[in-house]
């Protein structure tokens, strides 16, 4: 193994940004490559063959320049539709992330839980089966968020957001027959934990918010255990958009160990 090889990163923007935090804390050491699609941003609110066909041919086409360890695609909405799709036509290990429905499901005492996504997520036959697998007995009340996901992209440029407006997103789930029962909600987007505060200020207290950040983080870990890491330059991100656009979330980046920003 190529000590300099690569993890990398994939998400529509910044929301990948929640899944490196937690890579970070376990494996500070390791060469990571984040890839933001923002020229295809946002994926919650495109069909199944738009989102496959994007990830998959980024996927490829990074796969091949980069040679990377491993790929994490730090993003829901694209690991739903395409995680199975890309894994078969890609040699290297890739991690996905999907709603943390199990460990919600665990932890309810209601038996009540939220789930906040994009709309495409939330329609995915792939949450179904989660639902079905690890929450049975359980009632999951759905909500295709979108609007959450430019207002954590205009945080993370430095951005002013109200909580007013992330509560008027939310609103949608707490209008839904049951929903003052809730008491744990699964962030199913990596997005959403940029809000947390936010979020949490929505939903009321006692109500407890659970992204799947932390378990991707082990999971990558756990398949890269023992491999040796050197990380010769500084990491890098890339953008299929526009690079001046991307420089305004150099400090966002930055605070993230990540301070080079490129066009892919
Ligand atoms: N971060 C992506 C996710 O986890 C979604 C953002 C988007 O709509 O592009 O689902």
Known sequence: MDPTAPILLFDSGVGGLTVLGALR?????????????MAGLPYGDKSEAEVAARVAGLLGRMAERWHPR?????????????LGMVRDVLETPIVGTVPAIKPAAERTRSGIIGLLGTEATMRQRYVD???????????????GANGLVPLAEARMRGEAITAEAVSREVAGLLSQEGA???????????HFPLLADELAQALGPGVALIDGAEG??????HLTHGQPFHRP?????????????FRTLGEAFASYG??????L
Not at 180 to 190: F, G, K, Q
Not at 216 to 221: L, T, V
Request: charged share 25%; net charge positive; hydrophobic share 45%.
């Open 70 to 82: 491993l790929i994490c695609i730090a993003c829901n909405t694209a690991s739903t539709i395409a």
């Open 25 to 37: 804390r376990v494996l500070p050491q390791a060469p990571v490559i984040y890839a933001a699609d």
């Open 233 to 245: 330059s500084p990491d890098r991100a890339v953008t299929t958009g526009d690079l001046g656009e």
């Open 180 to 190: 003052e029962a809730i008491d744990t909600v699964v962030l199913a987007c990596t």
């Open 216 to 221: 991707i983080a082990r999971r990558i870990a």
């Open 129 to 143: 089966d989660l639902a079905s697998r690890f929450a049975a007995g359980k009632r999951l009340l759905r909500h």
């Open 258 to 263: 990540i301070t080079r920003l490129e066009k």
